[in-house]
């Protein structure tokens, strides 16, 4: 059994102020939890500002991206080497926003898994449907589509250590996120897709469902079965909302 994984991704969102104001009160206020794994995403140019903020604390830090190369002439890219120099354990790769306003392919996306799980950092593979496809029943298909690009390529023993959220992309932002009953669906499905492979790696491996989670929902998530943790857009920057999402997973181990 996993504790639950919660990733708050700011997206393009924080200043210095948010840091030494939100970050250094969640930081105070989780120092004694154990039974939640807690993750924050700033934008780039705060990673390190919010790294020593977190100094001492059991939080841990994560990108929102990172390219496909390592060093050269790639003006404005962020390397993994640079992520794990500055304290970085996990990056986000395939989001949708990504996929969309920055034309990212699979095959792209497959390349940065690689070169993050080369420099041992923990890849968060954002897979998701949209709103047609989800209509149309092909949510699952997509999905495994999604991974089946990095599994073909790298085999099952790249997903050790790894975490995918379903995060279906007619609910990124929008208000309204998926029932619990089909997210909790998809992430069996996807499972037991892997589980075909190797048994133990489709155990251990962490799923996340996000898109519009908020403080009157996550409960609902985190009780069923193969949903492991969320990852929080808008509400990872309201510290009542955040707290409020963290503590309803530590309900699920009575803390």
Request: proline share 3%.
């Amino acid at each position: 059994m996993h504790y639950p994984l919660i990733i708050g991704n700011w997206k393009l969102n924080g200043n210095t102020k948010i840091i030494e104001e939100f970050v250094q009160i969640l930081h105070k206020k989780l120092n004694n939890i154990t039974k939640c794994n807690i993750v924050i995403a700033p934008p780039t140019i705060y990673l390190s500002q919010v790294k020593k903020a977190l100094t001492g604390s059991n939080i841990e830090l994560s990108a929102q991206d990172v390219d496909i190369n390592i060093s050269g002439a790639f003006t404005g890219e962020t390397s993994a080497e640079m992520l794990k120099d500055i304290g970085v354990k996990y990056t986000i790769i395939g989001h949708s926003e990504r996929r969309i306003h920055h034309k990212e392919t699979n095959e792209q996306i497959s390349k940065k898994f690689l070169i993050l799980k080369s420099k041992e950092l923990i890849p968060i593979l954002c897979i998701g449907d949209t709103q047609e496809e989800y209509n149309s029943g092909k949510t699952e298909k997509v999905c495994i589509n999604q991974i089946d690009i990095i599994l073909n390529k790298l085999g099952i023993h790249a997903f050790k250590n790894t975490v995918i959220a379903y995060e279906p992309i007619w609910a990124i932002g929008s208000g309204k996120s998926a029932s619990p009953t089909h997210a909790q669906a998809v992430h069996k499905h996807i499972r037991n897709y892997l589980a075909k492979e190797n048994y133990s790696i489709a155990k251990q491996v962490i799923i996340q469902y996000g898109g519009s989670v908020n403080a009157n929902n996550a409960a609902e998530f985190f009780i069923q079965p193969d949903i492991d943790g969320v990852l929080v857009g808008s509400a990872s920057l309201n510290l009542d909302s955040f707290m409020s999402i963290i503590y309803a997973a530590l309900k699920k181990y009575n803390y």
